[in-house]
């Protein structure tokens, strides 16, 4: 199987200048940049991030790069180059490694990306996919994290809640308005919605040593948040609050900068949803009062994801 399916993706496999040598040797040879080289990696199992018995095995493969992708973006950089592994279910391998590699394949002519290599294996197990992401970015320009500083606003890049509806298998990483923000203003702090808006905001605040002051109001709700409302028995609130697998940005960035954006450039759809305060948690403000809200997400433990409460 695995000389033949080379044989494939190097016929299906674009080319980048920065890769000396890709799919078909012991090892890719990446020519070094300036820049830094970001790298990040991802994997998603059957039966635990998707159900390939209810789900196309191409939206599997496209997820797969697309997550990587949003980590990407949550640095401020590009991404370039992937490698990927396929670990495979006996039965039926070749034809569920091509099934998967449209997907892989898509995602990455998408968004201008090569695989330059990679390992296909098979056993008695679940199929699971594994992409590692190369990526660059100017060193003066990395987001991190970190680098929140009291009374930032809180910037969301789009509506959240009820991914889980599909759009969970076909994320949208914000990678070109990640790259249009970094000649518009400054961020000081960033970080993927991954595990849910408030868990990885919590997450944001605790790296840089902030809490967070919320207008719940202005929290843009996803449509599939009300919809998933109509039969969960939580609100629409409560899914686009702790809902995983947004894959949208939250940044930090001062003020004036964010009335920029709001205000000047709308068609970049970026909503403030609160400020960072000194003191550490997530805080929403009512009436000249503040309440201190739970941080609710997934909390990734082994092949399993609990939700944090």
């Excluded at 330059?116 to 590692?132: F, H, K, M, Q, R």
């Excluded at 990483?173 to 808006?197: F, H, N, Y």
């Excluded at 609100?235 to 930090?252: P, R």
Aim: glycine fraction near 10%; include cysteine; aromatic fraction near 4%.
């Amino acid at each position: 199987m695995e000389l033949s399916f080379l044989a494939y993706l190097r016929g299906r496999c674009r080319s980048l200048p920065s890769i000396h040598l890709g799919i078909g040797d012991d090892a890719a040879a990446i020519i070094p940049t300036e820049k830094l080289q970001l790298s990040c990696t991802d994997q998603i199992i059957d039966g635990v991030d998707f159900l390939s018995a209810e789900h196309s095995l191409r939206d599997a493969g496209y997820k797969s790069v697309a997550i990587n992708i949003s980590d990407i973006a949550a640095m401020g950089g590009v991404p370039k180059a992937a490698l990927v592994t396929l670990t495979l279910p006996l039965e039926d391998s070749t034809k569920i490694a091509g099934e998967v590699y449209e997907g892989i394949l898509e995602a990455c002519t998408k968004y201008g990306i090569t695989i330059a290599g990679g390992d296909i294996s098979t056993y008695e197990g679940p199929l699971a996919i594994n992409v590692c992401l190369l990526g660059e970015v100017a060193e003066n320009k990395i987001w991190r994290r970190s680098g929140a500083n009291e009374n930032d606003a809180i910037m969301l890049t789009g509506a959240v809640g009820g991914s889980i509806l599909g759009r969970h298998l076909r994320p949208e990483p914000k990678v070109a308005l990640a790259q249009k923000l970094q000649t518009l203003v400054d961020v000081t702090a960033a970080i993927d919605i991954s595990d849910g808006l408030s868990l990885d905001l919590d997450r944001l605040c605790a790296a840089s040593g902030v809490g967070a002051e919320l207008d719940t109001d202005q929290i843009p709700v996803h449509p599939d948040a009300a919809r998933l409302a109509e039969s969960s028995g939580r609100s629409a609130f409560q899914h686009a609050w702790s809902d995983g697998e947004d894959f949208e940005l939250l940044l930090t960035m001062n003020q004036h900068d964010a009335d920029h954006l709001t205000q000047q450039r709308p068609e970049l759809g970026l909503t403030q949803i609160g400020k960072t305060v000194g003191r550490t948690g997530l805080w929403r403000k009512y009436d000249r009062k503040v309440e201190r809200l739970p941080p609710q997400g997934y909390m990734h433990q082994g092949k399993h994801e609990q939700t944090s409460d």
